[in-house]
Each structure stands twice: as structure tokens, then as C-alpha cells.
């Protein structure tokens, strides 16, 4: 389980910072009424600087826990930035690092319920309803 969270943790990081940019450029799009339909990101120098410091270190520390194409995606996106293809990079890292997430999210939570039971309803447990339960014993 801690594995698990760990990767959470890296990914869903990773996620913020990539759409922390995104919405900047959608906040920045909407006020200039200039908005695309394709994913773009804003951001300035200090921006992306903390954004590639805070991304490495996380990813120094946990590389066993990602995906070697996220990886690959990563490398290309911070360093291609002002590059035209970033413009394609960044929504495909950002796509990457979502269905990852998810599935991982997937996958563990079916693994869980084999491990922690559901709560089953009253009426499975042979319980009364609670009319009746309600009704034979009043409040004092």
C-alpha cells in the first residue's frame, strides 16, 4: 500500500503542475476572449523553473515508480519548452500521467475490496428497519 500511495503521490504532483499551467492559460485566454480549443499552458521563467526542480526531485527519489515513457515524455516536455512540439507534449504528458493514475486507482480499489468487506445494509444483516426499530424502543 505504501508503494501505491507513493506513485499516487508522484503522479497526482506531477498532474497539479501540469494543470496549474493549463488553467493559467485558459484564465489568461479568457480574459484577452481568446480562448482555443486545443490544451495549451502558460507559465513564466521563475514558474517554470520551481516547476522542473519540484518534478526532478520528486522523480530523483521515485524513479522506480514511474512509468519509462512518462519519463521520456518529462525530459522532452522541459526541455523542449519553447520548442513548437511542446504544444503537443504537454497535453500527451498530461494524458499519460491521468490514465496512470486512474488506472492504478482502478486496479488497487478492486484489489482492496477483496481485502476490506463493503458494509453491508441493514436489511442484509437481518436488522429491522428503522420504523420499527424507531417505534419499540422511544426516546426517554
Known sequence: ?????????????????????????????FMHQQTTPQERYAFN????NELVRDIDEKIKNRYYLLNRKVLEKWV????LRT???????M???RKM????????????LNNLQDIVPKITPD??????DKQTDAQESPIK
Not at 45 to 48: I, K, S
Not at 123 to 128: C, K, Y
Request: net charge negative; charged share 30%; glycine share 4%.
Open 83 to 89: 520548442h513548437p512540439k511542446s504544444i503537443e507534449i
Open 76 to 79: 522532452w516536455a522541459k526541455n
Open 45 to 48: 521563467q521563475d514558474e517554470w
Open 123 to 128: 436489511e442484509e444483516t437481518g436488522s429491522r
Open 1 to 29: 500500500m505504501g508503494l501505491i500511495q507513493e506513485k499516487l503521490d508522484l503522479l497526482s504532483s506531477m498532474i497539479y503542475h501540469l494543470d496549474k499551467m493549463k488553467y493559467k492559460y485558459d484564465a489568461i485566454a
Open 91 to 93: 497535453p500527451e504528458l
Open 97 to 108: 500521467l491521468v490514465e496512470e493514475y486512474n488506472q492504478i486507482i482502478d486496479k488497487h
